[in-house]
């Protein structure tokens, strides 16, 4: 195991949660930036226009796609990542990421190609989600090993902080684009923020590839009892845990129906509002969770995970409710306070400790195989929620519900799911770092899982 002077390691977890808020910031604004133009541009570009209302659900669908590939990158970069090392995932899905958004702006359009066209944008929306699937799992992996005990919650909410950054800058590089003329809009002017991406393989190469492997990583080398097979381990005896995260992971729903459905559904013809103005609302909404992601993870490592998860996953809810409501009434200032409030803060408190909350219920051996694989599983249900919506509000409905109150409804069943399993867990704000995932052996000594 490398040696480090006490400097060193007091200033290391400040080090690995720039890496991770950084590195989240840069490959989320890839991520989202995709949400953005499935909304509001692909169904006229990529998807048969005659039909507006099934290429509208074809575009949100290819959104959800990369949800469904998330699962099987999570499989494949959890298994690296607990096998070789946390550092090796952070900077390959950064690279990943990059590319594939890159070639996103760069693809023909089905004017252009034909059917070939969606097919191609599919395929790299699927290469999005794989680089997707490691990306934060690896880095709330290395965050957290690198903490303190008594500040586990706080360090690890860089990761999400740096994903709400993300979004702010992919909003704020559609802001423009959506005011540009129609034609100009759908010919080159989404492109542009696609094309930005080739910063973030750059940038991620350079932020990650100077910062140093865990020490709880490292020693497991140096002790030779790094998994050879860490899934093997995780499915014997963490089984329980995987599943507890995949349904606390659906809160993830809250996030998008905000962002993509509801962005959508505000700017359809059925309702009307102005692109740009809409877009404005994520930007404040992200803005303010930036402030209160940070404070809700300090709240987190003095009363404990569960009571701060539950605070988002019982009131979002209640709070897309109020939201979708106050689009349907078209007032602007409504729907900016409300859209603040139910992103910016009250859905912040789930969102801003699960880092912290999911890798507790691991050991090193499998945290980061166990954080992906439960959360991706979780993460893919949520971003069908969006195709799911679609469906809900058509003519038809979807399973008994109906309309923008029928969205809510469902949004508010994922959630009570989320909720119940956080009830199951185990307090683990202030075991130390070393007992984390053990379970107690019959003479009360703990031992590894």
Known sequence: MTDRSPGDQQGTPRKAALAAWIGSALEYYDFFIYGSAAALIFSKVFFDESDPATATLQSLASFGVAYAARPVGAFI????????????????????????????????????IGGLAPALLVFLRVLQGLSAAGEQASANSMTLEHSPADRRGYYTSFTLNGTQFGQILATFAFI????????????????????????????????????????AFEREVAEGTVPKMPLSLLFRD??????????A????????????WALNYATSDAIGLDKATML??????????????????????RIGRRPV??????????????????INSKSYP????????????????????????????????????????????????????????????????????????????FTGILCAISAIAVLTAK???????????????????????
């Open 176 to 215: 423009p684009v959506a005011a540009l003329p129609e034609e100009q809009l759908l010919s080159w002017g989404w492109r542009v923020p696609f094309w930005l991406s080739v910063a973030v393989a750059v940038a991620g190469w350079i932020i990650r590839r100077k910062l140093d492997e865990t020490p």
């Open 427 to 449: 307090e683990t704000a202030h075991v130390p770092t070393e007992e984390l995932g053990r379970k107690p052996a019959g003479d009360g000594v703990s031992t590894p899982a």
């Open 334 to 409: 409504l729907i900016f306070l409300v859209g603040i409030l139910t992103l910016g803060v009250v859905y912040s408190a789930s969102n801003g400790i699960w880092p912290s909350l999911y890798g507790e219920m691991f050991t090193t051996k499998v945290r980061l195989s166990g954080m992906a694989i439960g959360t991706q599983i979780g993460f893919a249900i949520a971003g069908f929620a969006v195709a799911s919506a679609a469906g809900i509000v058509s003519p038809s409905g979807w399973l008994g519900l109906q309309g923008w109150t029928g969205v809510a409804i």
């Open 238 to 247: 963490h089984w329980a845990s995987v599943l507890r995260v995949v349904c």
């Open 309 to 326: 998860f539950l605070i988002g996953a019982v009131g979002s809810p209640i709070m897309i409710f109020v939201y979708l409501a106050a």
């Open 249 to 260: 992971a659906l809160i993830a729903t809250v996030s998008t129906i905000f962002t993509v």
């Open 280 to 301: 404005w609302v994520g930007v404040a909404a992200n803005g303010v969770a930036l402030v209160t992601i940070p404070l809700w993870a300090r709240l987190s490592d």
């Open 77 to 112: 970069l959890g298994h690296v990542g607990d096998r070789f090392g946390r550092k090796k995932i952070m900077v390959f899905t950064l690279v990943l990421m990059g590319v594939s958004t890159f070639l996103i702006g760069c693809l023909p359009t089905r004017d252009q």
